[in-house]
Nanobody, 123 residues
């Protein structure tokens, strides 16, 4: 059974960097044809895809967030991480780490979700 566990601070000050980590169990993050992604949901709004890191360490980002976002991984810990720079109160959201199946071939399938980490940006 694959499990994703997100972690990180719940409060970040404006202009700082938001850093979250997702620990994956039940599967190696280097398993072929899978990728690992971050999705967020601001209060009262829909889901927003932020970016993805593939089994091959490839990365792709939402064009609207690309200039502020980095996704990386630590294969020794089976973790992947999100950094969002220069945050504002508009970045307040629940942040989810997810698994993406059929990566590289499609159609992509999001089939496992972490529990979500609520992050508030406020001074």
């Amino acid at each position: 059974q694959v499990q994703l566990q997100g972690s990180g601070p719940g409060l970040v000050k404006p202009s700082q960097t938001l850093s979250l980590t997702c620990t994956v169990s039940g599967q190696s993050i280097t398993t072929m044809h899978y990728a690992w992604s971050w999705i967020r949901q601001p209060p009262g709004q829909g889901l927003e895809w932020m970016g993805v890191i593939g089994y091959d360490d490839s990365t792709y980002y939402s064009p609207s967030l690309k200039s502020r976002t980095s996704i990386s991984r630590d294969t020794s810990k089976n973790q992947f991480s999100l950094q969002l720079r220069s945050v504002t109160p508009e970045d307040t959201a629940a942040y989810y780490c997810v698994r993406v199946g059929n990566y590289g071939a499609g159609p992509y399938v999001i089939d496992y979700w972490g529990q979500g980490t609520q992050v508030t940006v406020s001074s």
